[in-house]
C-alpha cells in the first residue's frame, strides 16, 4: 500500500458541528470544505454528518469546533463521550488516524473502515481494503473474520486485519480465502500393516519406497516405513494399504478412527483437513516443529531437494476463538521460515484462511 496527500488547508477557519445521537452535523458549507477535499463525512440534503471517530480527527485537528447542549466539547471531553457512546471508540480512531496520516482516503464501512488505494477516492475507484479493528486483549471468534471475509471476496476487495496492541501501535494483516492445490502424483498401492500403539509399520521394502518415494507418506526407518494415524487412515480409506493389528485381525477404518479419536484429541478434525489437502494432491506432512498440525508442500519433490515448503495449515472448528497473541506467534513464526500460514475449519466442505503480516 502507498498513501496519496490529503487536500486540508490548515489555516481555514474550524467549521462548527453539533453531536446529536451519536454522530456530528455540520452545515452545507462542510461539504466542500470537508468532503470535497478530503473525503470526510457524508453528505446530506441539509449538510454533512460525520462519525466520532472523523469528528475526533478533525477536531484533533483543529479543523472542527463540536457543541453538545450549547456547550463547546475539548477534545478531552468529545474523546470520553465518543467512547461511552461507541464501544472500541478508542481503538477504531487509532487506526482511523494512523491510515488518514499515512496519506490514504479512510471512510466508514464493514465492518469497520474502508481504505481506497493509491490514487483513488471515493467516487472514483472502489476501496481496496475493508478493515477489520480489533483490540489485541479481545478474543476475536473466527465466524467475526469469516463474514468480512466472505463479503471482501464477493465484492472483490481485500479484507485488512488491524490488531491494537496495549500501547496502541498497531500491527496491520491481511486475511484471506485460500485455495491450495498441488502437483504430487497419485502414490501406488503399499502392501499389510501393522496398528502399533500410536503408529503404523508397513513392512515390506518395496512398497514402503513406493509410497515414501512417490507420495512422501511416512518416515523410512531402515527398509520398513512408519506412518503416522493420519496418513494410515487416508491410505486406509484409499484402499492403499491393509491394515491388522498385532493378532492379525484387520482393523478397519471405523475402528481405526475411534483407536485414534482416544489417542489424539479432536482427531477427526484433523483428519478431514488432512484428507482434503491430499486430494487437492499437496504433500503434507507434521507440523510439530512449527507448532501447527501441518507443513505443506506443492509438489513431492521439494522436500527431496531441500526446499521449504509453502505453507503451515493449523486446523480449528468452525466455533473457534483466536487469542491475537497466538495469532500473531503463529503468523511471524510461518513468516520468519518463508512460509504462509493458513487456518482450515470445516463448513460445507474444508475451508482456508490465509493470514499474512501487511505493510501499509
Not at 446530506?44 to 485537528?61: I, Q
Not at 500501547?167 to 504430487?184: F, K, L
Request: glycine residues 8%; proline residues 4%.
Amino acid at each position: 500500500m502507498a498513501g496519496q496527500a490529503e487536500h486540508l488547508s490548515m489555516s481555514d477557519e474550524p467549521l462548527l458541528g453539533r453531536l446529536e445521537s451519536g454522530r456530528v452535523h455540520l452545515g452545507k458549507d462542510a461539504v466542500r470544505a470537508l468532503y470535497e477535499q478530503g473525503y470526510f463525512g457524508r453528505p446530506l440534503e441539509d449538510g454533512l454528518e460525520l462519525t466520532l471517530v472523523e469528528a475526533a480527527y478533525l477536531l484533533d485537528r483543529s479543523r472542527l469546533r463540536i457543541e453538545s447542549d450549547g456547550h463547546l466539547l475539548s477534545f478531552r471531553s468529545f474523546f470520553e463521550l465518543a467512547s461511552t457512546f461507541e464501544k472500541g471508540f478508542e481503538f477504531r480512531y487509532v487506526v482511523y488516524k494512523d491510515l488518514r496520516e499515512r496519506g490514504y482516503y479512510v471512510q466508514p464501512g464493514i465492518p469497520d473502515f474502508r481504505v481506497y488505494p493509491r490514487g483513488g477516492h471515493p467516487g472514483k475507484t472502489p476501496a481496496e481494503f475493508y478493515v477489520l479493528v480489533v483490540s489485541e486483549r479481545t478474543p476475536l471468534p473466527l465466524e467475526r473474520i469469516v463474514g468480512p471475509l466472505r463479503l471482501s471476496s464477493q465484492m472483490r476487495r481485500r479484507l485488512m486485519l488491524a490488531v491494537v496492541d496495549e500501547e496502541s501501535d498497531i500491527t496491520y494483516y491481511e486475511v484471506r480465502e485460500s485455495n491450495p492445490s498441488g502437483r504430487t502424483e497419485a502414490a501406488e498401492p503399499g502392501g499389510q500393516a501393522t496398528l502399533l500403539d500410536d503408529r503404523v509399520v508397513l513392512w515390506d521394502p518395496a512398497a514402503s519406497e513406493r509410497l515414501h518415494r512417490h507420495g512422501f507418506y511416512g518416515k523410512m526407518i531402515g527398509e520398513r516405513l512408519q506412518l503416522s494415524l493420519v496418513e494410515t487412515a487416508y491410505l486406509l480409506e484409499r484402499g492403499m494399504i491393509q491394515l491388522v493389528d498385532r493378532s492379525g485381525a484387520t482393523v478397519p477404518l471405523e475402528e481405526l478412527m475411534k483407536r485414534a479419536s482416544e489417542i489424539e484429541d479432536e482427531f477427526d478434525m484433523k483428519y478431514r483437513v488432512y484428507r482434503d489437502l491430499r486430494d487437492r494432491r499437496l504433500v503434507v506432512k507434521t507440523g510439530f516443529k512449527f507448532g501447527t498440525h501441518f507443513r505443506v508442500y506443492k509438489s513431492v519433490d521439494a522436500e527431496k531437494r531441500g526446499t521449504h515448503s509453502e505453507y503451515l495449515v493449523h486446523t480449528v472448528r468452525g466455533d473457534h476463538v483466536f487469542h491475537l497473541p497466538v495469532l500473531s506467534r503463529a503468523v511471524r513464526l510461518a513468516h520468519s521460515v518463508r512460509k504462509t500460514m493458513v487456518f482450515a475449519y470445516s463448513d460445507d466442505g474444508v475451508e482456508y484462511v490465509e493470514v499474512r503480516r501487511l505493510k501499509p
